[in-house]
């Protein structure tokens, strides 16, 4: 029987529930990147990273391929940059809501 929709979106929302998921693809959205390179920039441990990576890697939203002794991963297509970009607009707007609210707030006080 087939995963309906809605269950396999939740699933991708799930994968993107992890913040140093969120910074790699953020790192990536930048264009292709060297193991070496996401570990400098993150400054995390190289089995946590790995270990993220390859769920990233399982939900199909990024692709790695060797370059000599070299892994560099990806996005695995442009619809991943853009979901990062709708993700920073809806937290944008949201935000600026929230700011407006605050300062509704503060001037009845």
């Known amino acids: 029987m087939p ?3 809605y269950q396999a979106k939740a699933e991708l929302f799930k994968t993107l529930g992890h ?3 969120i910074r790699v693809l953020e790192l990536l959205c930048e264009g292709p990147q060297q193991v070496r390179e996401l570990l400098a920039a993150i400054e995390v441990e190289p089995p946590n990273l790995s270990q993220q990576l390859a769920v990233l890697r399982r939900a199909g939203l ?3 391929r060797r370059d000599g002794t070299t892994v560099v991963y990806e996005l ?3 619809d991943v940059s853009e ?13 600026a ?9 503060e001037q009845t006080t």
């Open 3 to 5: 995963v309906p929709l």
């Open 19 to 21: 913040p140093l998921r």
């Open 62 to 64: 990024v692709t790695a």
């Open 76 to 78: 695995a297509g442009a």
């Open 83 to 95: 979901m990062m970009r709708a993700a920073r607009r809806i937290l944008t707007e949201l935000l």
């Open 97 to 105: 809501d929230q700011y407006g609210l605050l300062a509704e707030l």
